[in-house]
């Protein structure tokens, strides 16, 4: 698979990509539906709506049930991320080191709410439900690498930095 | 060399078993090549090391060795293995046949390692483990108590192998027990043998499996054995460390059930949030499959079992059993009531077993020992032992296995080593987000962990998460926490569960904002019992659990919030205060270093204050403080 490009603007979407998801990942298999849609989502960060229109034809799945699967499942996103990805881990073992305070904190500085993307597209702020590293929580994930034991002070510093390049 | 090399030239060498001869030569040939006293690093990747960077650890290791090479008598074979187990001291680090055990170690240290332990033969005193207030370090892996009081029936092979290297399974007995059913067993035996170890289901509702899989067996038409590696229960990693460290013994486990069911389809059900399971199972299969042990005509016996990996999308609810088939199938994953059977109409409306996990990897021991040798661990009621990942104000957090039965008391200071900054333990959370609070030390610190004795007092066993809690802890706000993760995942469709757990989580987020009111608790229990009598799936009949066990043993607390408008364990913001005790404080300025808000004023050696306005409530100066000075007020 080509490297992922982070997309900041709603993209050109590239039909025989999405084609060979269906057709050569999965065979056109409908119940592969859920998988087909997380590979399109890692290449683009978010579902475009023209792929999951063509989705919807190639593999003759109703448009509505294709959007409710897309609000049902918490990974999906239907709207365009930033261009870095800021997880915070709201699982219990995060959540009792104070993972809550820090989600609010970072909501604040970058003004944005958990799930929302700055104006500027740089940051997307997500929480999810544990990361299985809870020996270390709370735990940080950016753009894919771990913080382990995060503080206010570390994030400060990751978002500055980011805001300096 | 590198027997990784070395395995993979065997393996060239070898097509496909098509007998359980050729496997067990195959085996054969493999053990003679592998001097069990050969030296060897294991290095721990599981995900709880690899956050902490194992695998630059992994490479400098191997690195280090090969640069090296001409002043090491015997090469040894840097190895990456699952989870070790030990999660609060990784990166870890094993040198075999010593078993000696380094902890926290960088990459840095690789080289030193290398020049004094591999050929210096000393120890690296620094990178031991010392147990909290000992004197001495502890060098063997076997005497540190956090492993010696386990017992590995389960996690036997994680932390060990290779998990991306079948021949290293195979050298510890991987097949070896599918071998064995499909050349020496019946179906009607394999379940037979099943039933009598008293195995239940690991996933939380403790069913019995070789019951589920004699009725699946039973219904007619195409069958399906299903895995749910789901491990939804935030906090929760011990099914995780098994598909990540052991592959095999969880397909091995499947295919066995395959077999007693007359199943040729399995699929195993992977959340998203779990990468390295994911990739570690899917390189299983294919090794599995090359070799003939999972597939078309296995062992060529002519039995056929087909496996293949699908990923969650990130909802907490598919890991309840109509929802994860329904998720398979590509559909939104709805529970549905309980009264259809899967294993009458589960994944495609045919008869589907689902079991978890750590079900599964148990039964190709119970195969190979019998099920009267299982039933030798744990209790009457359950047998067996149980993985916990034990997690929150412990000193040891990691995965323990114990048998069924052990004590809380043994579980949280023999092994867990107590609570750390001389805290007081206030209550062990297990169940999940559905289970409850069990309240210490008041009474239960003796209480044996097994299925009936936590339904007993208002938890359950769930997947095996275990959360210990100290002083500081609120329950109020626990228990609203847990009301919003399960908001946030009910999947809303019946009115009990979407309304009730709503409801709760209005009235529990007051509290926690110094707004309760006299009555809310007792409407609190009356919307908890509703709720978890009349909702549809197990997640609404058991979502009140965390507010009612709480409200039955930590009242006081309740009380507090609304009476008082105090939270007494200093968590609900609104509800207390920081303060410098000016007698306590020496200066030492660290608070003030620490504070994110710029919060802290104060000369050196003279006492500090805290701006009560610009104060966050972070907790960096509380944690911080050595000399206790910090108050909550
Ligand atoms: C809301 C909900 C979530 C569940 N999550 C899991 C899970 O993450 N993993 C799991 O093994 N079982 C989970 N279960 C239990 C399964 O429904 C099922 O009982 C279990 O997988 C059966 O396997 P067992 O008999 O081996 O325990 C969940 C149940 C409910 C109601
Ligand atoms: S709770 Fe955060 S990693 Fe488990």
């Known amino acids: 698979m080509p490297e992922a490009e982070v997309m900041c603007q709603e993209p050109e979407v590239d039909f025989t990509l999405i084609d060979r998801i269906i057709r050569d990942d999965f065979n056109g298999n409908r119940e592969a539906m859920i998988m087909m849609m997380q590979a399109i989502q890692r290449h683009y960060h978010f579902l475009p ?81 544990c990361l299985g590293a809870c020996a270390v929580s709370p735990v940080v994930v950016l753009d894919e690498k771990y913080h382990p034991k995060a503080t206010v002070g570390l994030l400060n510093e990751l978002i500055d930095q980011v805001n300096a390049e | 060399m590198n027997t990784a090399t070395s395995a993979a030239a065997v393996l060239s060498g070898v097509k496909r078993f098509v007998g359980g001869q050729e496997l067990e030569q195959h085996r054969q040939a493999l053990i003679d090549r592998t001097d069990p006293n050969a030296p060897r690093i294991l290095v721990c990747c599981g995900t709880g090391c690899k956050a902490v960077g194992s ?108 998990p991306f290297d079948i021949n290293d399974s195979l050298v ?3 097949y070896k027990a599918l071998n064995k059913v499909l050349n020496e ?70 295919a066995i059930a395959a077999y007693a069911m007359g199943s040729d389809r399995g699929f195993l059900y992977v959340r998203m949030e779990y990468p390295l399971a994911v990739q570690t ?51 939104v994953g709805r529970p549905r009531p309980k009264y259809i059977r899967s294993t009458e109409k589960g994944f495609r409306d045919s008869p589907s077993n689902l079991n978890n996990v750590e079900t599964y990897a148990n039964v190709p021991e119970i195969i190979l020992r019998g099920g009267a040798w299982y039933t030798g661990y744990g209790t009457e009621r359950s047998a067996g032992t149980k993985v916990f990942s034990l997690t929150g104000n412990v000193h040891n957090v990691g995965l323990v296995e114990v048998p069924m039965g052990t004590s809380l008391r043994e579980i949280v200071y023999g092994i867990g080593g107590g609570i750390p900054n001389k805290k007081e333990l206030k209550a062990v959370q297990t169940g999940g987000p559905s289970g409850g609070c069990i309240p210490i030390p008041k ?127 200093g968590v609900c913001k609104p509800l207390y205060y920081y303060e410098i005790d000016p007698e306590k404080c020496t200066g030492c300025g660290l608070c003030r270093a620490k504070c994110p808000a710029k919060a802290v004023a104060g000369e050196k050696k003279k006492p500090h204050t805290i701006d009560q306005e610009l104060c966050i409530k972070c907790m960096e100066c509380y944690k911080n403080c050595k000399f206790d000075s910090i108050k909550i007020m």
């Open chain 1, 49 to 129: 709506e023209p792929a999951l229109h063509y989705l919807s034809q190639a593999i003759s799945v109703p448009l509505t049930k294709i959007y409710e699967v897309a609000t049902f499942y918490a990974s999906f996103s239907l709207i365009p991320k930033g261009k870095h990805i800021l997880h915070v881990c709201t699982g219990t073992a995060c959540h009792l080191k104070g993972s809550g305070g820090m989600v609010k904190h970072i909501a604040g500085k970058l003004g944005i709410a958990p799930g929302g993307t700055t104006a500027d597209k740089k940051f997307t702020l997500e929480t999810v439900n």
């Open chain 2, 55 to 162: 695998l630059d650890l992994l490479e400098t290791m191997q690195n280090s060795v090969a640069a090296s090479g001409a002043a090491i008598k015997v090469m040894p074979e840097v190895k990456r293995t699952g989870c070790h187990g030990f999660c609060s001291r990784g990166p870890l680090l094993t040198l075999q046949p010593e078993g000696l055990f380094y902890q926290r170690v960088k990459p840095e240290d690789a080289e030193e390692i290398v020049k004094q332990t591999v050929i210096g033969g000393e120890l690296v005193k620094r990178l031991l483990y010392k147990p909290q207030g000992a004197k001495e370090s502890i060098a063997k892996v076997g005497d540190i108590p956090f492993f010696a009081k386990q017992t590995k029936l389960v996690l036997k092979r994680v932390g060990r192998i290779d």
């Open chain 2, 172 to 174: 510890h007995g991987a």
């Open chain 2, 185 to 254: 067993m019946s179906p009607d035996q394999v379940i037979e043998e099943i039933k009598n170890s008293k195995l239940r289901g690991r996933g939380g509702a403790g069913f019995p499996t070789g019951l589920k899989w004699e009725s699946c067996s039973r219904q007619p038409g195409r069958h399906y054995v299903i895995c749910n590696g789901d491990e939804g229960d935030p906090g929760a990693f011990m099914d995780a460390s098994v598909m990540e460290g052991d592959p095999h013994a969880v397909l091995e486990g499947m």
């Open chain 2, 281 to 331: 199972l899917t390189r299983a299969i294919r090794q599995a499959e090359e070799l003939g042990l999972i597939g078309d005509n296995i062992l060529g016996t002519g039995f056929k079992f087909k496996v293949s990996v699908s990923t969650g999308a990130g909802a907490f609810v598919c890991g309840e059993s109509s929802a994860l088939m329904s998720s398979l199938e590509g559909k």
């Open chain 2, 443 to 569: 009474k239960f610190l003796d209480i044996n962990v097994g299925f009936g004795k936590l339904a007993e007092i208002g938890s359950m066993m769930g997947s095996g998460g275990m959360i210990v809690m100290d002083e500081n802890i609120c329950m109020v706000e626990v228990s609203r926490y847990f009301i919003n993760f399960l908001v946030e995942e009910s999947c809303g469709q019946c009115t009990p569960c979407r309304e009730g757990l709503t409801r709760m989580k209005d009235i529990l987020t007051r509290l926690t904002l110094g707004e309760g009111r006299e009555g809310d608790v007792e409407l609190l229990e009356e919307i908890g019992k509703f709720t978890n009598s009349f909702s549809l799936c197990g997640l609404g009949t058991s979502a009140a659990n965390p507010v009612l066990s709480t409200i039955k043993y930590f009242r006081e607390e309740y009380d507090a919030h609304i009476r008082d408008k105090k939270c007494p364990a």
